[in-house]
């Protein structure tokens, strides 16, 4: 894991492998800041949706018992929404480095799209 200060607060970035630890931890909820059509083709089993282009940090759920870690598909927009967080008051924040496109590399498992059915379908 990264760790950035940014203005006295925190910007965690971490790698798939850390992000898939600790989602089946059971230690954080992934928010996934790709647009809806991203998200409807491939996405992580379990993961929220709350897109870009419609962030509100306002919106995102405490830290209480779970940690928060943004993702898109390749790391730059969970960054800058990471950052939209901070600038909004949350004290730390994470994010996951190389997106979605690490979590398929690393071979982890995700939901995506059975193009003859149209129906969702586990990929390893």
Sequence with gaps: MQVDQVDGKVLETWD??????????????????????EFMLEHIGGSLLMPMSSFEAAGLPGQGDKRIVLMCAGGVRSERMARV????????IAHM??????WKAAKL????TDFTTGATKQVR
């Design 97 to 102: 480095g190389g997106g979605f496109g690490a």
């Design 85 to 92: 967080a901070l600038d909004a008051g949350f004290d730390r």
């Design 16 to 37: 798939a492998g850390e992000v898939h630890a600790a989602f089946e931890a059971g230690e954080v909820v992934i928010i996934d800041v790709r647009s809806p059509q």
């Design 109 to 112: 498992p995700y939901l995506g």
